[in-house]
């Protein structure tokens, strides 16, 4: 059973680009959940989604940021237009019930 | 306000030693969870806490939830090296929609 996968590793952008992050969750989650790490940092909740639902997007900010999980296919964190200020690492985790998470690698993304 | 806070922030100690580092928070939990992250990965799940008073054991890592579910420690006997990592503690807050949220980390070093 793999587990949490998220790609690409590692996002290089320049300002004003777009950025889309991958998470395909462990086989059998429904649930999954988008962190972001700046070094030094905790994790900071993003937001929960079911499949084609999202549940909780507290964490997101209010412009560029939108999140989906499809009926088919990955979980995509999309940042459009991209500031320096979105350089951090970005978790996905998932989990079978709103329980313990299992996270991916990450992604970090740099923005230039 | 930090929800959950981890102390201390940072541990510096020598091989061989024991240590203790804490989760502390005035919410009460339905369950803890610790990870352990390594740098530039993904926080990979030790435990999880469910009972008040609780302790688990996982070799030389020793957990404990406080009676009342508000906080939690865990105990590393004779540090190794490997031992070397970010510590998070996360858990699901009764009076915060079951959401889990994560303390910021303790920073452990190991020296050989």
């Known amino acids: 059973n793999a587990g949490v996968m998220q790609n690409p590793r590692h996002l290089v952008r320049r300002r004003g680009q777009e950025a889309r992050l991958r998470c395909s969750p462990m086989?059998?989650?429904?649930?999954v959940y988008w962190y972001r790490q700046l070094p030094e940092e905790g994790l900071k909740f993003m937001v929960y989604l079911q499949k084609e639902n999202i549940i909780d997007e507290s964490g997101m900010p209010k412009e560029r940021f939108s999140a989906e999980f499809p009926k088919e296919g990955p979980s995509i964190l999309r940042i459009q237009q991209v500031v320096r200020g979105d350089s951090a690492a970005y978790f996905c985790a998932s989990s079978p019930v709103a329980e313990t998470q299992y996270f991916g690698p990450g992604t970090r993304l740099l923005v230039l | 306000t930090q929800l959950l806070e981890q102390s201390p922030q940072f541990l510096s100690i020598q091989e061989g030693e024991n240590l203790t580092v804490y989760c502390n928070s005035s919410s009460v939990f339905s369950s803890l969870q610790w990870y352990r992250q390594e740098p530039g990965e993904g926080p990979v799940l030790l435990v999880t806490v469910v009972t008040g008073g609780e302790v688990k054991k996982l070799k030389r890592l020793t957990f404990q939830f406080g009676d009342a579910r508000k906080d939690s420690s865990l105990h590393i006997t004779a540090a190794q090296p490997g031992d070397t990592g970010l510590y998070l503690c996360a858990g699901e807050a009764m009076n915060r929609d079951d959401k889990i949220i994560f303390g910021k980390g303790t920073r452990l070093h190991i020296l050989p």
């Open positions: 086989k059998g989650h429904s649930h």
